[in-house]
């Protein structure tokens, strides 16, 4: 047997069965960072000579983030020039926009500034409730899941 031969033959010997490793799914997968095939599960994306495999494609799973809706309060005190200036500068209405929403609180006792992640929508009423305090206006600013 010629000396390349050999040396491979030794190298591929040494190395413990790659379908064991991946039916196991060890940690010492020979492809880091690929997805491991684990034992005994179907893969239901491949072909597995069927010809049918566009057909047995699974939807990626992609899982939209729970949502929330954040909320401004109606009070006798807050000016309304100051709900229509938190609303463009907090929540990015235009003056129109920021306008019928703090109408809408005004008239209704509650209105939405916006619907967003959890982290963006905490973050939102922290700037609210802070910015409001920094002003001395009793506004609040409240969110709730959708
Ligand atoms: N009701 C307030 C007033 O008459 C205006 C106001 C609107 C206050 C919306 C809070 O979230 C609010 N000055």
């Known amino acids: 047997m010629g000396k390349v031969k ?3 033959e030794r190298a591929v010997n040494a190395t413990p069965d790659h379908g064991a490793m991946i ?3 060890s940690s010492r997968s ?3 960072g690929l997805p491991v095939m684990q034992a005994g599960k179907r893969d239901k994306d491949a072909d597995e000579g069927t010809g049918t495999g566009l057909a047995t494609k699974t ?3 992609v899982k939209k983030p729970d949502l929330y809706r954040v909320l401004l309060l109606n009070d006798d005190f807050t ?3 100051f709900v229509v200036h938190v ?3 907090f929540f990015r209405k235009s003056p129109e926009q920021a306008t019928q929403i703090m109408l809408h609180v005004h008239n209704n006792g509650v209105g939405e500034c916006g619907v967003y992640t959890y982290e963006v929508a905490e973050t939102k009423v922290t700037q609210v409730m802070d910015f409001a305090r920094q002003n001395q206006h009793p506004l609040q600013c409240v ?3 959708k």
Do not use: C, D, H, Q
């Open 6 to 8: 050999e040396e491979m």
């Open 23 to 25: 039916a196991s799914g």
């Open 30 to 32: 020979p492809f880091p």
């Open 59 to 61: 939807a990626p799973k």
């Open 79 to 81: 000016p309304m020039e």
């Open 87 to 89: 609303l463009e500068r």
């Open 143 to 145: 969110m709730e899941k």
